[in-house]
């Protein structure tokens, strides 16, 4: 438990560290990054999570820092790992995206955990996302996605029971 405690708390200092640096920063006019197939999980009433899902593309050695929505009070990504064949997953930093390589977040890797829903996301709303990635130069840009909801198929790890 102490463990995932204090994971959580150093990816909320992160982003609020991230959110100050933005204010600095000049965005590039030209999208690097390049966002693929989104989607996010939709709930029953009352679910007080969800997940989202994408492929992303960067054409430099990238890092994506934090992802936030207006649908949710608490924005996470999350790696799975399987440690001893226990399946485990928790929040991280950030993550890495090497130029030229498609990095595909998905229910088994990496995934965005929406937390705190503001309410029932059903099949086919549109789920707005915001990405904040930094390029190797140091540049940070700001993606801005729709991503349809798509009705939960896969119920193998339903991340609101576990958070
Ligand atoms: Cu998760």
Do not use: C
């Amino acid at each position: 438990m102490n463990t995932v405690f204090a994971a959580v708390s150093r990816s909320l200092v992160s982003r609020t560290l991230g959110v100050a640096l933005l204010a600095g920063v000049s965005l590039s006019a030209v999208a690097q990054t390049r966002v693929e197939d989104p989607w996010v999980r939709a709930t029953v009433a009352g679910q007080p999570s969800s997940g989202a899902f994408m492929r992303i593309t960067a054409d430099t050695d990238s890092t994506l820092l934090s992802v936030t929505s207006p649908v949710a009070k608490d924005v996470q990504i999350h790696e799975m790992s399987m440690t001893n064949d226990v399946m485990r997953m928790g929040p991280v930093d950030a993550v890495p995206l090497p130029a030229g390589k498609t990095v595909a977040l998905d229910p088994d890797g990496y995934h965005v955990m929406l937390m705190g829903l503001n309410g029932q996301i059903k099949e086919g709303d549109q789920v707005p996302l915001t990405l904040t990635v930094k390029n190797a130069k140091g540049e940070t840009e700001v993606l801005n996605v729709s991503a349809p909801a798509r009705a939960a198929m896969d119920m193998s790890h339903d991340h609101g029971m576990t958070h």
